[in-house]
């Protein structure tokens, strides 16, 4: 099962939505222990970082994300829900986040329309089984005011160009991350979960 956080807010029936139409059952659970037993896991997230961080140590969903990205368990995290896996965040005057992975995040610079609202291209920076059957500079659909900095520069598996140069996925082990949303972005973004699922099932294969 494909558990999809319920932590209050987030695109929830659009993620939904999508992984039905890939053929594979999930569920929409706000509870620690469905998410726990799941195969795979999807953080949606729109809105703002510091209700999101709320919302998430209300409901025990912070220590939930913790242990399934330390334990290395198939996660792939969205907007917002990529940007609160880093230290901190600039959004709102400063925020600390679930700092799981160091870095920053920070404001889109001046000389561009903010929010960074629509389609862009993302130039893949590695090679990795999450672009299987993606072409290199393939349009995804952003809504944004906000990007992620690493420190560990090796993360950065893509980059999108508004204003600057920006990290709009990443991945690390078992855990996928990305600023666009894929189940916005039509079959290029339904490839992108295809993959992430299939990757969370080998996974899953290998340790059985």
């Not at 706000?30 to 709320?54: K, R």
């Not at 059957?133 to 950065?156: M, Q, R």
């Not at 992108?192 to 996974?203: G, M, R, S, T, V």
């Amino acid at each position: 099962m494909i558990a999809i956080i319920d932590y209050g807010a987030g695109n929830l029936r659009s993620v939904a939505n999508a992984i039905t139409k890939l053929g594979y059952q999930s569920r929409v659970t706000g509870n620690p222990g469905d998410v726990l037993d799941a195969s795979a896991v999807i953080f949606p997230g729109v809105g703002a970082a510091a209700d999101t961080m709320c919302n998430l140590r209300e409901t025990g969903m912070a220590d939930v994300v913790r242990q399934l990205i330390l334990e290395e368990r198939p996660f792939f995290a969205i907007c917002v829900g990529m940007q609160v896996l880093f230290t901190d965040t600039e959004e709102g005057g400063g925020h600390e986040c679930l700092d799981i992975i160091p870095g920053q995040v920070k404001k889109l610079p001046r000389g561009q329309k903010i929010p960074h609202m629509g389609w862009n291209q993302v130039k893949q920076k590695i090679s990795h089984p999450i672009f299987d059957g993606i072409p290199d500079k393939s349009n995804f659909y952003f809504v944004h005011s906000y990007y992620v900095v690493p420190d560990d520069e090796a993360l950065v598996a893509g980059e999108t160009e508004y204003g600057t140069s920006f990290c709009s996925i990443i991945t690390q082990g078992n855990l996928v991350a990305t600023q666009f949303h894929p189940e916005k972005s039509g079959k290029v973004g339904l490839k992108l979960y295809d993959n992430f699922i299939k990757l969370a099932l080998a996974a899953r294969a290998t340790k059985e």
